[in-house]
């Protein structure tokens, strides 16, 4: 079955990075894009940007451009999105997620990862 | 960008009852729609695609109607575990991704 597991919670102080990863099973990792969403509490969903796992192709929502990174290890079948300049808005679950194979719907999403930005 | 606005922002029901959900996108996104279900401190779970196929495993009390600008989810008898919030989300006009800012569906 797919699934898709990521690392653990996170804390980090203001200014810092993060890296968190998405390991994929149950299905051909270069396949299907792979889209990272984040939900700060109490709130809704937001779309970060999506990762091609086969040719490594990337875009960003206009307002994490120049703060995200999102990379792969095909050998490994993970994905990373990795986020930095840290503030304390950023503090959020984030969410890896496969996207269907014949459009942008997500069909499968991973457990979340919690990050927490304080001083 | 798509803006996409969902009403009503909470919705109180009594199980058993009919449960209906709206989103609309502030332009045509065609059939390009999907809702998914989020229970507290779990992942979303897609519910529906192409604004009205239920994927798999999603039960039949489960429908999506709509295209364009104007979409439904509806509920037909809410069971417990369906107290939830739902989202939509268009994918027509993508890159972005743009959801709505979610319904919550309470007991009554």
């Known amino acids: 079955q797919v699934q898709l597991v990521q690392s653990g919670a996170e804390v980090k102080k203001p200014g810092a990075s993060v890296k968190v990863s998405c390991k994929a099973s149950?299905?051909?990792?270069?396949?299907?894009?792979i889209n990272w969403v984040r939900q700060a509490t109490g709130q809704g969903l937001e779309w970060m940007g999506w990762?091609?796992?086969?040719?490594?192709?990337?875009g960003y929502a206009q307002k994490f451009q120049g703060r995200v990174t999102m990379t792969r290890n095909t050998s490994i079948s993970t994905a990373y999105m990795e986020l930095s300049s840290l503030r304390s808005e950023d503090t959020a679950v984030y969410y890896c997620?496969?996207?269907?194979?014949?459009?942008?719907?997500?069909?499968?999403w991973g457990q979340g990862t919690l990050v927490t930005v304080s001083s | 960008e798509i803006v996409m606005t969902q009403s009503p922002a909470t919705l109180s029901v009594s199980p058993g009852e009919r449960a209906t959900l709206s989103c609309r996108a502030s332009?045509?996104?065609?059939?390009?729609l999907a809702w998914y279900q989020q229970k507290p401190g779990q992942a979303p779970r897609l519910l529906i695609y192409?604004?009205?196929t239920r994927a798999t495993g999603i039960p039949a009390r489960f429908s999506g109607s709509g295209s364009g600008t104007e979409f439904t989810l509806t509920i037909s008898s809410l069971q417990s575990e369906d107290f939830a919030v739902y989202y939509c989300?268009?994918?027509?006009?993508?890159?972005?991704?743009?959801f709505g800012q979610g319904t919550k569906v309470e007991i009554k």
């Open positions: 989300q268009q994918y027509n006009n993508w890159p972005p991704a743009t």
């Open positions: 192409g604004a009205s």
């Open positions: 149950g299905y051909t990792f270069t396949s299907y894009d």
């Open positions: 997620a496969r996207a269907s194979y014949f459009s942008n719907y997500i069909d499968y």
């Open positions: 332009q045509s996104v065609s059939s390009n």
């Open positions: 990762m091609n796992p086969n040719s490594g192709n990337t």
